[in-house]
């Protein structure tokens, strides 16, 4: 059995980003000053999108469908009798698309049930390819293993729990032209019924609008998002395929691309619909796999920062956003250092106190938490600001989207403005720690 | 290499939004100091305010003891030292939350008009004391203020919070008791000459009956009147 865990020469990154962290820590002291820098550093992201989103409304459009019809294969994959395939099967089946496209499931030999469908082909694989034990990346895996039996232009890839809407296809295509590798499609939740999957709709509904579409017409989108993307399969096969050493292929693949000169695009009407995590504690573990994959990749393509050939995405969008995540993750350890030093230095001293003096009349002082006078605090004046441009950052989004906030989301909404993005956070700095000492990678 | 049938985005827009952040940035970072200021600014007023009562109260005093109608003069000075006392309480807590969230530190100027007011007070209750014979027991606390954000401070404030449960529990104790609270400060000449006319080495400490307690349980030991 394999165990897989951080790579060396990659834990001496993570050691660099840790001390990043400490640094900022320790030795930066944090004054009102420095936080409306830091302040200032985050909207700028969100103004220029804004202001593109503004002046290029047309970047979310899908190019026009190609005269010559490429063809295609749509691709799923299915193992250990997963019969919830067939329904995402019934949903390939009504693609719109001019020609006749193959549609291939690749098993373990365990979904006979397939073989009554019609028009579905089965590419069977060695069962130990969907080897948890043996394969770090189990879908990098058999997708490069399935996609050597294709030989079609584009490939439609599918996860086994998405349902593509019926245009997916129609309008995918037009944009996987030129030096296109990957299109990603807009993803949205098909399980919103509990707390944290509508935690999830609302992010995806977010993030599969506006910011991708910023990043794509920036030629700077850095993620394939495998539940649903169209590939130029001679691309695909050009770069080598998904990595099976990373267990984020979707974003490994995309920075691939773009280090071999391709580009990652976005089309936000192109619609399909996952299910996500139903639990806390699964959300949490995909988050972890998402940022532990993430980071990783971050490392692998170092070269890229700064890189002037790259033009947007390696002088702007790479630093930027791996800069504002670092910043963002030091300063969270910095709230959640400095309150856990006064919760435990003060309770160290009560009890020197108690022991002292044999009884004790002091207490952690509460009056630093809750002004005694009700004064608008300058922090709340810029976390107002900020709040103020999330928002609207968001419902432009969301209008982009046309998603509309029912009385059902409130909560989950509000949670999702103040919590989740430092939920998120906590996670990234569990991602960085475990890779740091080498836990093990998991699913 | 990139090639895309739509226009590709304008490198104006990053120029236009770094300029629209900026302007946002200087009209939040000049919004929050000239809010300081505001809330600065009323707090002097406020302070400056106290200390014309204060300095209303000396010549009232000697207006009492000239006045054709007798009033009870002890009386009536107490009662206005009490409120003044009280306010200037209050207005320390305030100027504490406004240093807190401040962008530029002060010149510590209202600070230092607390100090003097409490000092002056201070002189007006012993005075109160001598010539009406109240009987008050008035402490002075010297409070310590170790730098920001560090483990002293932390400890500091623990023993701080101690010391001013102790003080709460005594003046439940004897309620003829007066605190008055200063910093552990010696760049003010009165309140350095306090310092050394006390013999006080370190804080947090407190004089009561011209005697120097560094340790808690001594307060036990005193009495009321």
Redo the contacts between chains.
Sequence with gaps: MMVYKTPYNYRFFYLIIFLIILFFTFAIKLNVFFTIVIFLIFIYFVVCSILISHKYSDFAEPEPFPKKVPTVTVVTYAFNNFKPILETIDHIKKLEYPIPFDICVITDGTCDFLNKVKGVKQIKLPKEYFDKTKYLNVKAKIMNEGLKQIHTDNVLSIDGDTIPSPDVLMKLTGTLKDNVGIVVAGLDVNNSNNFIEKVQQIEYKFSFSLPRVVLSSLNSLDLGSGGCNLMSKKLFDEVGGYDEENITEDKEIAYKLISAGYLVKFVPSAKASTIVPSTFKSFFKQRLRWMRGGFDVSIKYLSLLFDKSKKTFGLFVLPYSFGTLILTISLVFKVIYNVLKYVFVSLYYFLVNLFTYGYSFSSIDFSRVIPKHFFIDSFFLLLLISVIFSLYYILLSFGHNDFKLTKGYLIPFIYFIFIHGFVIIIIGIVSIIYSLFGVKYSW | ?????????STN??L???I???I??LI??F??LE??RY?RNNLEDEFKLLNQQILLDDLYSSYLKTAATPIDACNVLEKQANAEFALNRELL??LK??E?????KTDNYIKYMYVLTNIKLWINYTNLNIDCNHGKKIILYFYPEPPE?T?EE??S???T??FE??LA?FSKRCPNTVVFALPYLTDIPILNQLIIENNVVTSPALVVDNNTIYD??ELDDVNCS
């Design positions: 290499m990139v090639t895309n049938t739509k226009k590709s985005v827009i990053y236009a939004a770094a629209v952040v900026l946002i940035g939040v970072f919004g929050v809010y300081d809330k807590d305030k939350v406004i807190k969230d401040a962008v530029v954000a483990v932390i400890k404030n623990q023993l919070r101690l449960n102790k529990e808690l349980r």
